[in-house]
């Protein structure tokens, strides 16, 4: 028989069902503090203890033998739990009594780090890494730390993870980078506009198709993340397996705007590439001019002033 505090609680991960749901959970404790759920937690199970944060129940479980490396059912560890319920000391507790800090798990094959970024945990993400998590592992999305962190929008943990030596250029298993991710998946202008502060690779292309960044946005019809590549200097020209540019890619799509955005930054940038080439060849006229006045002065030196310096007259 369980309390009453435990009897209405899902063993489920948290997947509120609003568009923005990484937000719903952002601050479990409010959520908690605005429902004491527990208040008797003598016969709850670790899992929903360690969910609501139950410190001295899941000691006391623990020191009765409980061991916290096991999975669950669901094959998810205590301290995916804790990392995606924002639960610190409940994460320093199971570490340490042994828990492996990136022991995979759930659906998706992912670590304890990964659960945190996916709620935007920034607090239990500096924690994981502390305590030797590993940011480069992949998930079975085939995604990483920082791409999870791209994905679910979530600008400080993409601060922190490059912070602490992620490359804004690492590939997830398909060889998209963080960049060609926010361009393809994420409508709107961040993370792409984030992630140009960090100079990441435009040039790069993915294993498959090949895409660039501004490949990908296009074929989303992500009009934010075109804009921003542009004005970044995507290169208009690059070819992807089947041959195709962003703009060959705007016209299968049939987007106007697009279209009209990448053809009038085709003319700008001709127009400017001819002004300097103008500029470049008015400064090597001047310039042939004064070589010749040097070649002069040179020829003068050396056929005359010798003499006089050797006191011929």
């Known amino acids: 028989m369980e309390g009453p505090g435990c009897k209405h609680h899902s063993h489920g991960p948290h997947q509120p069902q609003a568009r923005n749901w990484h937000i ?77 800090v990136d022991q995979l798990g759930g659906d998706l094959n992912s670590t304890p780090l990964h659960w945190a970024i996916r709620q935007g945990h920034l607090s239990m993400v500096i924690l994981l890494l502390k305590c030797g998590a590993d940011p480069a592992l992949i998930d079975g999305e085939g995604y990483s730390g920082i791409h999870l962190a791209v994905v679910f929008q979530h600008m400080p943990v993409i601060a922190y993870l490059i912070s602490k030596g992620q490359s804004v250029d690492t590939t997830d298993f398909s060889g998209q980078t963080p960049l060609m991710l926010s361009a393809q998946k994420v409508i709107g202008p961040e993370p792409t506009g984030f992630l140009l502060k960090f100079n990441p690779s435009l040039s790069a292309v993915d294993k498959i198709q090949k895409n660039t960044a501004l490949h990908w946005a296009v074929t989303a019809g992500n009009v934010n993340a075109v804009e921003l590549l542009l004005d ?3 290169n208009l020209d690059i070819k992807n397996v089947k041959g195709e540019t962003p703009l060959d890619l705007a016209h299968q799509i049939q987007n106007r705007l697009i279209i009209h955005m990448l053809t009038q930054e085709e003319k700008m940038r001709i127009r400017k590439n001819s002004r300097l080439l103008r500029i470049l060849e008015q400064f090597m006229d001047y310039s042939s001019g004064h070589f010749y006045i040097y070649i002069l002065m040179y020829m003068t030196y050396v056929l005359i002033l010798p003499p006089f310096k050797l006191g011929v007259s």
């Open 24 to 100: 719903i959970h952002k601050d479990q404790s409010k959520i908690q503090a605005a429902f004491p759920l527990v208040e008797d937690y003598s016969s709850c199970d670790i899992v929903k203890a360690t969910q609501y944060g139950i410190l001295e129940r899941c000691k006391e479980l623990v020191e009765a033998g409980y061991d916290v490396r096991q999975p669950d059912k669901e094959n998810v560890t205590l301290l995916h739990w804790a990392a995606i319920n924002n639960r610190l000391d409940l994460v320093k507790f199971y570490i340490s009594k042994g828990a492996i």
């Open 232 to 234: 970044a200097g995507s």
